[in-house]
């Protein structure tokens, strides 16, 4: 969060100015070409981590009392405007990005790519080698 921690460390900036600027700025940058990616459990998880850690410290909430408290992160999540869970933006990015390419025209190659996305094949692939037998 570099240069972001004294923005939204300041308490005279309200905390949905601080929710919308982070996911204008901070989670858009970070998720910046994500509908593409092979994401891993280990990955979303440190993305995960990060994104509650933001949220945690925009609602100025320590770990402390997190465990005290027994505060759940999707209690958090309500606090700061009902803001959606990391692979709830990957998920609708991704959804975004597969409606572009299945409405695309010619051979715009992504479109090539997905073939399990393609309803019309039905018949599986062979090697051209078995396919003469």
Request: glycine share 6%.
């Amino acid at each position: 969060m570099g240069e972001e921690k004294s923005f939204f460390d300041n308490r005279d900036v309200d905390k949905r100015i601080n929710s919308h600027i982070y996911v204008a700025g901070l989670l858009n940058a970070l998720l910046w070409g994500c509908k593409t990616w092979n994401l891993t459990k280990r990955n979303l998880s440190r993305l995960s981590s990060f994104h509650h850690g933001a949220t945690h410290r925009i609602l100025v909430i320590s770990w402390k009392q997190v465990r005290e408290k027994h505060i759940k992160n999707i209690e958090v999540n309500g606090m700061l405007c009902n803001i959606l869970n990391i692979d709830a933006f990957i998920t609708r990015r991704t959804a975004v990005y597969i409606g572009k390419v299945m409405r695309s025209e010619g051979n715009f190659l992504p479109k090539k790519t997905p073939s399990s996305l393609d309803q019309r094949t039905t018949e599986k692939w062979r090697p051209p080698a078995l396919m003469q037998q």
